[in-house]
């Protein structure tokens, strides 16, 4: 029983906590499967970025907490996510991009 109940503690504070999250040119868009909502980018203070092994973890912080809290994060695919970042070299350079 307390094997079982530590495994729930342990998914609810990692797994259940990350986002799926969506960009465009004019918003960020996040969700959790029952909630949706779009951020615009000026609302973002800063994109943290951490590479473990082959994946990509992105912590995205607002500047005023949102309906998800003031951070957000998930796990990114490293195609889709520098390639968005490649077409849109500007909308990278406003942003406070912080690397690890």
Aim: no cysteine.
């Amino acid at each position: 029983m307390i094997f079982f109940l530590s495994g729930v503690l342990m998914l609810g504070l990692t797994f259940m906590r990350l986002k799926r999250v969506e960009m465009d040119d004019h918003f960020v868009y996040v969700t959790n499967y029952f909630k949706h909502y779009r951020y615009p980018y000026h609302n973002i203070e800063n994109l943290h970025e951490i590479s473990f092994f082959f994946f990509k973890i992105v912590t995205i912080s607002l500047k005023e907490p949102g309906s998800f809290g003031e951070k957000m994060t998930f796990v990114a695919s490293n195609r889709l996510y520098l390639g968005f970042w490649k077409n849109r070299r500007e909308l990278y350079d406003t942003l406070r991009m912080e690397h690890e």
